[in-house]
């Protein structure tokens, strides 16, 4: 898209040249879209900068709907992404006030889409990088290797660790729970390049 001020903050080589768009919001199978385009999902407890990393990885600052309230999102969001993917943001899991009941319809309705979405090829495990893995997302990530659902574990928010000390801390911590998780930082663009090679690499030939 064009007059885009979010590009305008990222180096060149980082802000790819990607067209993309608002699809829907769904609130259950019945309003996916059809499934014409390979999906990689987004995942994430709740805030932890799912929508942030959405925008950072299409150069646009305002596509995906970010927040400071965490838990409103409850629909899966869909974005077209350069004609060639549709990008989806789940709903963040682990927010402790969101009561228990629409707690377990969320978990029904991720996990329907990630067992069931035919054109479902990678998920994108999202972690904090300040606080690393938390016992829900581990939790899902079980879950992802139970159901053989290829996924990568990107940690955002690099650039929140402000020293030496607290980065390897953040790495000894994210480690323990993936072997190489990806490095990134919405607000610097940090890492974006990467991701995207990675993405590119997973699509199953069609
Ligand atoms: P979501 O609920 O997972 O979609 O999280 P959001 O993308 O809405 O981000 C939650 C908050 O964290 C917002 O205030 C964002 O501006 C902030 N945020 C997200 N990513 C980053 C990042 O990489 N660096 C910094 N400093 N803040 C971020």
């Given at each position: 898209m064009s007059g885009n001020p979010f590009r305008k903050r990222l180096p060149a080589a980082v802000a790819p040249k990607v067209v993309s768009e608002y699809l829907l919001s769904?609130?259950?199978?019945?309003?996916?879209?059809?499934?014409?385009?390979?999906?990689?999902?987004?995942?994430?407890?709740?805030?932890?900068?799912?929508?942030?990393?959405?925008?950072?990885?299409?150069?646009?600052?305002?596509?995906?709907?970010?927040?400071?309230?965490?838990?409103?999102?409850?629909?899966?969001?869909?974005?077209?992404?350069?004609?060639?993917?549709?990008?989806?943001?789940?709903?963040?899991?682990?927010?402790?006030?969101?009561?228990?009941?629409?707690?377990?319809?969320?978990?029904?309705?991720?996990?329907?889409?990630?067992?069931?979405?035919?054109?479902?090829?990678l998920s994108v495990l999202v972690l904090d990088a300040r606080r690393g893995w938390m016992e829900p997302d581990l939790e899902l990530k079980r879950w992802l290797e139970a159901h053989r659902r290829p996924y990568l574990v990107v940690a955002t928010k690099m650039d929140k660790l402000k020293n030496q000390s607290q980065r390897q801390q953040s790495l000894i911590n994210l480690r323990t729970g993936a072997d190489d998780p990806m490095l990134c930082s919405a607000a610097t663009g940090r890492g974006v390049r990467e991701i995207w090679q990675a993405i590119t690499k997973t699509r199953r030939p069609r």
């Open positions: 769904a609130s259950g199978p019945e309003q996916f879209p059809k499934e014409e385009h390979p999906e990689i999902a987004f995942l994430g407890r709740s805030n932890v900068g799912k929508s942030s990393l959405i925008n950072a990885l299409v150069g646009q600052k305002k596509l995906a709907f970010t927040s400071n309230k965490p838990g409103c999102t409850q629909a899966l969001n869909f974005y077209r992404v350069d004609s060639l993917y549709n990008f989806v943001d789940l709903p963040g899991y682990g927010y402790a006030r969101v009561p228990e009941e629409i707690r377990i319809e969320w978990k029904k309705l991720i996990e329907s889409y990630l067992l069931e979405r035919k054109a479902l090829e």
